[in-house]
């Protein structure tokens, strides 16, 4: 998708990730709208556009950014440092998704959380709302 208004920016070049991530956000409900940059130099130009000057003020930014490191271009490292170097950008929130190696290396008992009697309730119910808070905005 390309919103110039979009209120999510995925950064991301592998295009079966771009599409694992779309499937998520249709699967979840998500209705926001959702621009996909391929590369880290690509992104700065959807977020900074032709202004060239910090005092120029932005037309649309995204409420999420995100980012993966590995880019080409220019990674994804350079392209958080502008990021939040740029105060018309600074306060958007940037999640760097993150995929484990392989499926046997997360233990089960290491994400099973720790209950005892003064965090039954809450741990329980943060867990929950985590999961129901899909849409953003």
Same mark, same amino acid.
């Given at each position: 998708?390309?919103?110039?208004?979009?209120? *999510? /920016? +995925?950064?991301?070049?592998?295009?079966?990730?771009? &599409?694992?991530?779309?499937?998520?956000?249709? $699967?979840?409900? +998500?209705?926001?709208?959702?621009?996909?940059?391929?590369? @880290?130099?690509?992104? /700065?130009?959807?977020? *900074? @556009? %032709?202004?060239?000057?910090?005092?120029? &003020? +932005? =037309?649309?930014?995204?409420? !999420?950014? /995100? /980012?993966? !490191?590995?880019?080409?271009?220019?990674? @994804?490292?350079?392209?958080?440092?502008?990021?939040?170097?740029?105060?018309?950008?600074?306060?958007?929130?940037?999640? *760097?998704?993150?995929?484990?190696?392989?499926? $046997?290396?997360?233990?089960? $008992?290491?994400? %099973?959380?720790?209950?005892?009697?003064?965090?039954? =309730?809450?741990?329980?119910?943060?867990?929950?709302?985590?999961?129901?808070?899909?849409? *953003? @905005?």
């Amino acid at each position: 998708m390309t919103d110039q208004r979009a209120e *999510i /920016l +995925l950064v991301e070049d592998n295009p079966n990730d771009v &599409k694992l991530t779309m499937n998520a956000f249709k $699967t979840a409900n +998500l209705a926001n709208s959702v621009h996909v940059a391929r590369d @880290g130099v690509e992104a /700065l130009e959807f977020l *900074i @556009g %032709a202004a060239s000057s910090p005092d120029e &003020k +932005l =037309s649309e930014r995204p409420k !999420l950014i /995100l /980012l993966d !490191l590995k880019l080409p271009r220019l990674d @994804g490292h350079e392209v958080l440092k502008c990021i939040k170097s740029d105060p018309r950008t600074s306060a958007i929130p940037v999640v *760097i998704p993150h995929r484990p190696r392989s499926v $046997t290396s997360c233990a089960p $008992t290491r994400w %099973a959380p720790t209950v005892t009697s003064s965090n039954r =309730s809450t741990s329980s119910n943060s867990r929950n709302r985590s999961a129901t808070s899909a849409n *953003i @905005g």
